[in-house]
Every structure is written in structure tokens, then in C-alpha cells.
């Protein structure tokens, strides 16, 4: 017992992030690195039981949009991929390929799918003969494989991770625009109203969208470090697939038309990565009420010498069951204060410490893993005090979480701005030239000069510099955009 | 509309059971088979939903019975299968090997896990250390692929299909043994009590266990022909993978010890075959309460007359949205008639049907999917009264599934009276000589003679045959075994 009490508790301060970072997620037993398959994560029962809870709010509000669960075969023909030439250029060098089945050679290459496209829109295709077929709206959950070439990270990137992805079609170009609006609109309701992680929406300059989009928006949040890591995206794919894949449809007017296509892709995984990083404090996790894949942990103290503690406990954790909230008690063989660092670790959003004197005023000493303060709780209003806590401790860290973001946002006027601003971390506003092919070299001059990557202009809401001039190249500045150091 | 009016319904009656099959998948749009890649299915809204729902209960079942989720990676090493004879004897033949990544071979080729213990249980070896961490009992929900050789069929058998997969260790031989028989219980628990689906566990013989198993016990279970589906098995392991994994724990008197395993793998995917088969009728498909992807569809009557009647289906619908009873309104450009059919093909348990009358006496007619029974319900009591219909429902199928599988239990006193037996269709008991590896002759030749199958003699309760003799070969019958058909 004593053994293992000393090695409990995280030792870098969360300033060290990335050793935290990795440290929290071997102590909290998330996941594990050691399958020996590069870049391939074990994901232990902590973090799947968060992850499986991400899904569920996540895949409530696609359902609430009007989208339709399905499941794709996770394996794709060379052949589908070859279809659409700026999707196979942008995705092949990522691709694993299967070759044999047993001890025979397969006739065509099968990829394993990066993403759904090329299987999704063959059977689009079929699917889809009239405008009363439209629009059509699909998701699925599941897991997706790239080579991944850059360093690999739990839950950063890897190459192989859990994401959804939705793949919609339209009769009009209108539709189509409208549902990358609601895309933006569903991150929100989730991502940030859920899961407490702040954002913002940019449109990639062209050099950076994703292969065969007519356009690409992608929510960039921030890691604890000022770094910039990419969540969900959206695509407007227009007809760029629905011609090569022939998704036609007939029209009112009777004429034969292409579809108007988006796709959108939230990655769980990656979302986690924000869940753990934005929440977390030097003593560990600290997850949302929502999310908590345990939201109470009830300690009993001085169970030994007063029998009548562990029933009381069975009690409240009977009443908590009833109401739904999740909730274990920590019978272990080890000391409160060590069940209290445990706990705190994993980040359980509030503790129930019960001992004899609670049994006799039938009460509960509740603790926030927040705020550390404790009160006293009648056991008559237990559930609504959970209630009302947990999700006040969510509210506060969305707003530590906000208000974090907010102060990581800068602008700067020129390059020698720009320079103190990446070292500082965060978002930097510029006036700058162009986001189609002529604004390359400028964005290259900042990624070689100062290591900052250009993410784009906002889409919520564009900026217009007006008479500024590009702070790389002095041409006529078209936008601003967005520059940070990237994940 | 008049020229889809006239392609619904299916036409092919149940007793054709392999068309009617075929045609209820297609027409409720379950699947489809068309991706390019053999055996591999597109699953469409309905079943996933469905699928989603049987997921639900089955983890449910998991985590009550201390099983907690993981996620381990889809590509194990080739080296990792190699390490346990038996299994990798069994499982290579059918395993799709990733060879290449990008435009490079990888050094070590990557199997598509058919199965997770030789990704597991190398983890298993890291993670337990001590008695204290024992049991371990772990499970993932995930998909495998499995290169079948044999004619694949949606729901029954792919190269693609979805499970959960548990993985057990324990201190104790005992401990495993009472694993084996918990899984039996699970699988009574959700396959039967709330899918209504009923089966039979049997002891396989020793040249039918899974690769690598001390025993196998595994579900069979009947299609609507009288042939076997085998469903869920359990597994005991024995120390079998433990001594080449290397799982090993340090007892309570201080001792190195390797652990004992067991592992267990219900098939959603393929529990679905049998959902569709066993609970379907003429008219399609008929879901239980619990599992169909919407419980009501409300079908106004006469709402283009009447402009009251939809304001009131919201309010119904409202009110069932709030009582978490999965709901639709069908406002499509259909006549009642059309709905009706459509719905009941496609399962849905309960159809309300609202018009004018109904707006003015506050009520709603009811009509349940398997005994076409109408009735008028005050809305005041519609939830209560949906929930008992329902339920009703569900028991029913599960009753008439219960009778269809009793009535093809047969025995047979000789190798003519099991031939007659076998060309009925269902289970029939016969007095064996062996089970192990002496038993095979006799298996071979019901197999070449009669195309039966053994199946094994009954997990739950083993029968003794006395002084009975092997109706094959005439020598003392060790077991009373049960032969069919199988899928």
C-alpha cells in the first residue's frame, strides 16, 4: 500500500505542458502507447468512457439536424479513390494499404478508408434519383487510418482515430452554404457548450483546404502551451464529387441535375485532446459534469470502526443511481487523503466524504474538484445540489477556458510584431495579401522566418482591412487573417 | 407517387425464407450490397439505429456486470498472432494483411484484427502485476474482418461485421468458470429477455472449439428454415494465452502465477440476422419495443381538409419526445393507405393514426404492428398506454419465437428417424460416442451422410446417456449431442 502511495500524483506543474500532458495521461490511466504498432493508441477504460459520452452529445445534436446514422465498410477500392484527382493527391501518401487476404494476393488494392468520400458518394450515386430524395443527410462514428509522417501524439495525432463524419447533399448550392453554417452552429452547441472548448471558425486559405472542398472552414482551438490545434472542419465540396462520382439528381423541373455537396468531420479524439489539456490542472484532470465518465466518487471515512457507514453510502449511491448520475464508492484498501489525490487526478467533478457524523445528520460533505470548497449537504436536496454544483463547475471552466482563449488573441502591425506575438503564443491578427495561390510565398516567408502557420480569415464573421497593406509582402492587403503556431 | 405505390410491400411470404430475406433488407433499406468491395455491407439508417439500441443494452448488461469499455487498435503485428499455435493455426487463413503504407512496405505486415486476445493480452502482461488487479475484465465494441471463404449474407455472414468483444482474467480457474457461466447469463439477459431472441448454449466438441480455447460454449439459435445461427460463445482460455503472453500476477502468499481467461463475443451484427428472421412476418419486419429505431409513427388523417389535425400530432408528438418513446410524424405526399404498408414493412411497433375525429374528442387511434388490434386512447393516458402496448408487443414476439423454437427440438433413435429429423429443420438430440478428438468419424459421416452438423450437448445441463450407445458407430455413448443444420 505504501508502495503504491508514493508514486501517485502528477509531478509537472501544468506550465510544463507537455510533460503534463503525457504524464496525465499515463497516471490517469487514458491510454497507453506501448501496443507495438507505431502511433496506433490503447485506449483504457477512462478515456473510452469519456470519449463514448463525447459521442453521445455529439451524435444527439447531428440526430436533432436531421442527420441519419449509418456505417461504411472501413475498407475502400484503389479504384474509388482514383476518381476525384485533388482527393487522391492530398490523401494516397497517407493511405495503408491491404494487399492479401489469407495467403492470396488480392486482384485491387483495398485502402484502408482516411476518410468516406470515395465510398460514401459510389453509393450516393444509387441512393439518390429525385429531388424528393434531397436533402440527403448521413453520418457515421467510427475510426479512420493515416500514415501519419509528422510525430505522433495521443489524442493530437496518430494514425488511426475516432472521429465522426458527416456527408450531406443538396439541390441547390444554398443548401449546401446553409448546412456549413449549421456545422459551425452544431461545434458550438457541443464543442464549446458542452465540452467548455472555445474556438474559432477560419477559412483556410486555398494552399490549406481540404483536397477536392470548393472551400474549407476549420475551428482552431488553443493548447494551454499557445499552440493552435485544429478541431472539427467543414467543407463546402460544391459539385467538385458529385460529378466524377455522377450523384445526379432529377429536379422539379425535370432536368437532370448534380448534387451540392458538404462534409464535415469532428474528430472525439482530438476533442478529448482539448477536454484533457483547457480543463486540467497541475493536479490532473477536471472534467465537465456532462462528460465525467464517473461524476461523483463517494469516500467513506472511518468505515472500519463505524458499521454503519458503508450502508449509508449504498443508500446515497442508490438515490444518485435512481437519478442518473454516475457515481462509484472507493471501498479500497487505502487512506481517504490517498483516494482524495486519486480521485482528484482522474478528475471526478465532486467528492462525497462520509463518515459517522454524516450517517448521524444524515448528511453528505460534498467537495467541488474545482473550487476545493466544501459544504454540507441535507441528503433530502442531495441530487439537486449535485446538479446545480456539477454544473456549476462546468460553467467555471468554460469560462477559465474563455477567457484563456480571449487573452491568447493578438495583432500586430508588422513582421517584428508578429515575431514577439508567436513567441508569446496564441492567434495573431495581420493584414495580409492574398488567401488564394498568389499569398504562398508570404505565408512561407512566416512559416520559415518565424515558425507561424497562416489559418485563414474568420468565417463567421469576415474582416475587411480596407486601405492596410500585407505586412509580409506591403501589396494591397485583402483580408485579415489568423497566424499561430500549429499542433 | 402511383408508380412508388406500386414497388412496395414485400412479395415474396415468409416461408420462402431466403427471398423474403433478401427482399426485407432491400426494401426496408437495412443494407445494401452494391460497395465494390465482396462481402462487405453498407449499413443504412434503419439497421444502424436499430443496431445502436441492441448496443445499448448489451454494454449496459457489460458494464453491470463489471466489465469496463476499451479501444484497441485495428492493426495487430504479425509477430503478436504467431506466439499461441492453436490460434494462429485457426485464424491466419482469414486474415487481410496491410502490407504498404503511402508508397512504402512496411517492415512487419499488419493483420485487420479477426480478434483482439494477441492484441490484448500483450497489454494484459504490462497492466497486471498483483492479485489486487484482478479480476481484469475489459471489452471493446468494435469491428473485426475476417477473409470468409464461404458464400457471405448480410446480418449472417461477412467479411465485415460488428461484435463486442470481452476479454477476462482472473486469479482462479474457479473465477474464469464463473465467468463462462455469467456470460451465458448475459447473453439470456439481453439476447432473449429484451430481443426475444431464444437459443440454446452447447458444450462444442473439442474439433469445433475456438482456436485456442480449453472449451467453447456458444449459442445456437434457429432461422425461420429450421437451420442453426450460431450466436454468442464463451470462451474459457485456461492459461493458454497467459504462458505465452506472459500474464502474470504475484498471488496473496507471494507467488508468481499466470492468470485465467476467458473470453466472450456476442455479434450485434449478426444478432440482427436473427431479429429480422425470427420476429418478421409477411409483411416485413416486426421490431421489438425496445430495440425498433422508432417506436410510434403518427400518420395524420385527412390533414389537408382539416388544417387542426398536424397542430395536434405536434402536440402529440411533443409529449412523447418528452417521455423519451421515439417518435415521427409522416407527412409525406402519401395516402394513409401507402404509410400504413410502408411502416409496417419497415417494423415500426406502433402506428397512430390522427384525424379529424380524434382532433375533436382529444384522442388518438392506436394500432399495434403484430396483432393489427386498433383502439381509441385518451391522450391523457397515451404515454402509459404505449408503453404497456409495447411491452405487450415485445413479449408477444418474444412468446411466439419461444413456441417456434420448442416445436423443432426432436430426437432420433437411429441414423433414418435423424435424417428425417434433419430435412424438418431444427435441433435433434442423439446418444454420441465422444466428443473429443475419437468423435470426429461419426461427426464426418452425419456430415457426408445426412449434411448435419454436431453441435455439442447442452452447457446448461449436461445429460447423461446412460447405457446408451453411439447411433453411429454403436459404442458406448459418452453424450447425448444435438445435430442440424447450420448456416
Redesign the interface.
Known amino acids: 500500500m505504501a508502495e503504491k502511495e508514493e508514486i501517485i500524483g502528477i509531478t509537472n506543474p501544468k506550465s510544463n505542458f507537455s510533460e503534463w500532458f503525457s504524464e496525465v495521461i499515463a497516471k490517469a490511466e487514458l491510454a497507453?502507447m506501448?501496443?507495438?504498432?507505431k502511433g496506433?493508441?490503447?485506449?483504457?477504460?477512462w478515456s473510452?468512457?469519456t470519449m463514448?459520452l463525447m459521442y453521445d452529445y455529439y451524435e444527439r445534436e447531428m440526430r436533432r439536424t436531421g442527420h441519419?446514422?449509418?456505417?461504411?465498410?472501413?475498407?475502400?477500392?484503389e479504384?474509388?479513390f482514383k476518381k476525384e484527382a485533388e482527393h487522391v493527391e492530398g490523401f494516397?501518401?497517407?493511405?495503408?494499404?491491404?494487399?492479401?487476404?489469407?495467403?492470396?494476393k488480392l486482384e485491387e488494392?483495398?485502402a484502408?478508408r482516411p476518410t468516406s468520400e470515395t465510398?460514401m458518394y459510389?453509393?450516393y450515386s444509387?441512393?439518390i434519383r429525385s429531388w424528393r430524395d434531397l436533402p440527403l443527410k448521413?453520418y457515421q462514428r467510427c475510426?479512420v487510418?493515416r500514415?501519419e509522417?509528422k510525430a505522433t501524439r495521443p489524442f493530437i495525432r496518430g494514425r488511426?482515430f475516432?472521429w465522426i463524419e458527416a456527408h450531406n447533399v443538396f439541390a441547390t448550392l444554398k443548401g449546401a452554404e446553409d448546412q456549413v453554417k449549421e456545422d459551425m452552429k452544431i461545434t458550438e452547441n457541443v464543442m464549446h457548450k458542452v465540452f467548455g472548448i472555445p474556438f474559432l471558425f477560419f477559412r483556410r486559405p486555398d494552399w490549406d483546404k481540404f483536397p477536392g472542398a470548393v472551400y474549407t472552414y476549420a475551428a482552431d482551438s488553443l493548447m494551454p502551451d499557445g499552440r493552435i490545434i485544429q478541431q472539427p472542419s467543414t467543407h463546402l465540396l460544391g459539385q467538385n464529387f458529385s460529378k466524377p462520382f455522377d450523384v445526379k439528381f432529377v429536379d422539379k423541373d425535370k432536368k437532370e441535375k448534380y448534387g451540392w455537396q458538404t462534409c464535415y468531420g469532428p474528430a472525439i479524439w482530438r476533442i478529448f485532446a482539448s477536454v484533457i489539456a483547457l480543463h486540467g490542472d497541475d493536479k490532473g484532470l477536471r472534467f465537465p459534469w456532462e462528460i465525467a465518465p464517473m461524476q461523483v466518487v463517494i469516500v467513506p471515512i472511518n468505515h472500519h470502526e463505524n458499521k454503519s457507514v458503508l450502508g449509508y453510502c449504498e443508500q446515497l449511491k442508490k438515490m444518485l443511481d435512481e437519478a442518473c448520475v454516475s457515481v462509484e464508492i472507493d471501498e479500497r484498501d487505502y487512506t481517504p487523503g490517498w483516494k482524495f489525490n486519486d480521485w482528484e487526478m482522474k478528475g471526478v467533478p465532486i467528492r462525497l466524504e462520509i463518515g459517522p457524523r454524516e450517517v448521524k445528520e444524515k448528511t453528505a460533505t460534498l467537495v467541488r474538484r474545482d473550487t476545493k470548497d466544501k459544504k454540507k449537504i441535507r441528503v433530502k436536496s442531495l441530487v439537486r445540489e449535485l446538479e446545480s454544483e456539477g454544473e456549476a463547475l462546468s460553467q467555471k471552466l468554460r469560462r477559465e477556458a474563455d477567457s484563456f482563449f480571449r487573452k491568447n488573441m493578438h495583432q500586430a502591425r508588422n513582421m517584428k510584431e508578429l515575431e514577439a506575438n508567436l513567441s508569446k503564443g496564441g492567434f495573431t491578427k495581420i493584414a495580409y495579401c492574398s488567401m488564394d495561390i498568389e499569398g504562398v510565398p508570404c505565408a512561407q516567408k512566416i512559416k520559415d522566418e518565424l515558425h507561424g502557420d497562416v489559418r485563414g480569415e474568420r468565417a463567421d464573421k469576415p474582416e475587411n482591412p480596407k486601405a492596410g497593406k500585407c505586412i509580409v509582402c506591403g501589396k494591397k492587403a485583402k483580408h485579415f487573417v489568423y497566424v499561430g503556431k500549429q499542433y
Open positions: 497507453d506501448r501496443h507495438n504498432v496506433f493508441l490503447v485506449h483504457r477504460p473510452v468512457m463514448e441519419k446514422p449509418v456505417w461504411f465498410p472501413a475498407l475502400i477500392p479504384s474509388n494516397i501518401p497517407e493511405v495503408f494499404w491491404v494487399t492479401h487476404a489469407g495467403d492470396k488494392k483495398l484502408m465510398a459510389s453509393m444509387i441512393w448521413l475510426q487510418w500514415y509522417t488511426e475516432f
